[in-house]
């Protein structure tokens, strides 16, 4: 379990070998808003390579940088008062396709860039900038059918309060009142909360699509926080999972079972977490097999052929993380999980690291699959 | 129709008057972290005569400014260097009861303060600050069923978009799916959004906590974005109400009756709104009375005798406001049409103004009116 700790804790670090691509000389005039600013603001700005542009009002300001630097790090990109008024800048380099976490450094204190949106990560609401990906179609908002995203308090014994939970339904939810559906149970990644796979990671948006398209047959998700123990920077190697398992196993799913049409049986639940979620997946279904049947761990970790006491209780593990990432660990994991007789998948996101879009792509890949035996 | 938007203009705009509390001069030393701060966050801090202090970080800023003031104005609180390195500073007087947006001002540059959570208003995400209310006990979270808000994406030919809603439905919606709700439609204001009312309002919790002492029957609440038209500072003298009412009435409504258990007629169907929504409610109320029986103003203006043309049809008309805005205006509007035959109700929540604690109070009389006759 300590050696397993230890890689999540590399992989939760921020990357930090920026992707420059050095033939990159002209840099495009051709910059937009980026499509998770704030209403009616203008800055920040992307081009069409992937530059991000600043833009931040502070007239009396000494020093101005966003930390975000080229390929999505956080590397920082120092601003520059102009003769306007404004400091502005550009990356140095572009960045990775998708979504990415920034924040301001002004005078020596971090703050968010009013132009945008705030996601929360990192344990704070954090500035969120996106880069158009070139499959962004599949996490679109479409003209399509849309489920719901339900936001839901379930009484918590455990943590004596009431917690939240988002619950994802599909768009033919309301319409019988007979049909049940399986259920993933969702987690987001350390620094995040439930609100992250919906904010983030369009979660909603990508099964609407998946839905209308008729690729997949609806299931459910449920997002809770994760965090129970309440992890600071760096404490993760003192994470201890008991609070949040006796959250989600003892208190949430008998409630979803309760207040949702499911299919409350193992062969029809799943479990999958991004970066620390998956930690928290892979501890939570080998200490629970009898209750869920499809696994998956998106840039959080392995199983080992030898993790699976009961081969025939697993249906699927999908292990996937980004071509950045550790890529030949997650193939090799999943060949040796085949060669054991699990049925194991791996998915690589291709040009991107610990982020989103790695877990966007990811979860359109792994629902796929989910529920399909 | 002049006269009352210019009525409206006042009343969105800021509060300039401080209600100092000239008698209050030792600070009670028993500040706490407001219950809106980011998880972990120690300030901003209340005490338990209603001060607020800050703390912000910026150890190389020449200028910090906390824009709020006593009673809950923008009038703002210069903060001043430590030795110890963070700017800091106390409110001169104690604010209003309630919740109250604010933002920074570093260096001539508008930030929100890191250490609270944001919410949606004048046309930005800003910070929030929550003062304690005696009365708190009405919106507080409680061990009883809950509701849940449900995040809905309706398609809208007329803006040629998916739009957003969330319904509130109430604890024993999911009971039976035989029984069907009355649908109170409720508006934010001006610089507002769809997340308004559950966000700031509170209004799920104010719902679930009614309905667990059995002083309502239980019924739907739908919230969505009502300035269509991108209403901009100082804009609302231009507004149009046509893209917003086709809409609600076209769109929204019908899709709302289509997909939730309703009693899809003039008898169970409310409208109300605060501030620009109560604009937004008398214009559509008066327009289409077939559609509405009742209908609320929250700090959103009067109707007169004369507006209503068909008095049958009207079951309910309730106007409030806070103790520090209209007050008079309010009930002398309310005296009016009660004596014209229509069933008026006033309501003055007591020592506020306009912000977000006259508006839970205020959703929170409504409901004990609506659907009763």
């Known amino acids: 379990m300590k050696k397993h700790l230890t890689f999540l804790i590399i992989l939760v670090g921020f990357s930090v070998t920026p992707c420059l691509a050095q033939t990159e000389k002209t840099i495009n005039e051709d910059f937009k808003p980026s499509t998770l600013n704030q209403p009616g603001q203008e800055y920040p700005q992307v081009n069409s390579q992937g530059y991000a542009r600043f833009r931040i009002t502070a ?106 939970a988002f619950v994802y339904t599909p768009p033919d939810y309301e319409k019988s009142q007979k049909k049940l559906y399986p259920v993933l149970y969702l987690q987001h990644g350390w620094g995040e909360d439930e609100t992250a796979w919906a904010n983030q990671g369009r979660a909603n948006l990508i099964m609407d699509n998946l839905i209308a398209e008729g690729r997949i047959e609806p299931f459910l998700i449920v997002m809770t926080y994760g965090m129970t123990n309440d992890v600071k920077m760096g404490g993760l190697k003192n994470f201890d999972i008991t609070p949040f398992q006796t959250v989600l196993i003892d208190e949430l799913i008998p409630f979803i079972d309760a207040n949702f049409r499911t299919l409350a049986n193992q062969p029809h639940r799943a479990m999958a977490g991004l970066s620390m979620g998956g930690m928290e997946t892979k501890t939570i279904t080998l200490a629970r097999p009898e209750l869920f049947s499809h696994y998956g761990l998106l840039s959080g970790g392995t199983y080992s052929p030898d993790d699976i006491k009961d081969k025939s209780k697993v249906k699927l593990i999908f292990l996937s993380c980004g071509s950045f990432e550790n890529a030949a660990g997650v193939k090799n994991a999943a060949t040796a999980l085949k060669e054991a007789g699990v049925n194991a998948v791996s998915y690589i996101s291709e040009n991107t690291r610990h982020e989103f879009l790695t877990w966007r792509r990811s979860l359109y890949e792994l629902a796929l699959l989910l529920f399909k035996d």
């Not at 979504?99 to 705030?118: A, E, K, Q, R, S």
């Open 59 to 164: 007239p009396e300001a000494k020093n101005v940088v966003v930390n975000l630097g080229p390929g999505g790090t956080r590397g920082g990109t120092p601003l520059t008062k102009t003769e306007e008024g404004p400091w502005m800048g550009t990356t140095a380099g572009p960045l990775d396709e998708g979504f990415h976490y920034y924040h301001l450094t002004i005078d020596g204190g971090v703050f968010n860039d009013p132009g945008t949106l705030n996601f929360y990560g990192s344990t704070r609401w954090e500035s969120g900038i996106e880069i158009p990906a070139h499959d962004q179609d599949f996490y679109a908002l479409k003209d399509v059918p849309h489920g719901r995203v339900q936001q839901i308090l379930f009484p918590s014994k455990s943590t004596k309060t009431s917690r939240r």
